[in-house]
């Protein structure tokens, strides 16, 4: 143990033994692994905005066309209303 004015050091267990605080820290992950995860990750983003911009999805969220046909009309000048019948032309 070593003194600075009122202020006691201890010396750093450098060799032998770890100490208590080193033993129990937890080890990250490998380089390697965590090269090819953030690859990964970077491939199935870029396959996902290539679909979103090329239309390669777009069969899936594509409805059909609604097109709507006035059959009939009449318009009453006594009561000033109109009547239409329409009806969906579409698939």
Do not use: D
Not at 1 to 16: D, F, I, S
Not at 55 to 69: E, K
Not at 77 to 86: G, Q, R
Request: a positive charge; one cysteine or more; proline letters at 3%.
């Amino acid at each position: 143990m070593y003194t600075l004015g009122n202020v006691k050091l201890q010396r750093a267990n450098t060799q032998g033994k770890p100490t208590r605080h080193q033993a129990t820290r937890k080890r990250g992950i490998s380089p390697v692994i965590a090269t090819i995860i953030l690859i990964a990750i970077t491939i199935v983003i870029a396959i996902a905005v290539a679909g979103w911009v090329f239309g390669l999805f777009g069969s899936y969220s594509r409805t059909q066309p609604v097109t709507i046909v006035a059959s009939a009309s009449s318009c009453s000048a006594t009561s000033n209303s109109c009547t239409l019948e329409l009806s969906n032309q579409g698939r």
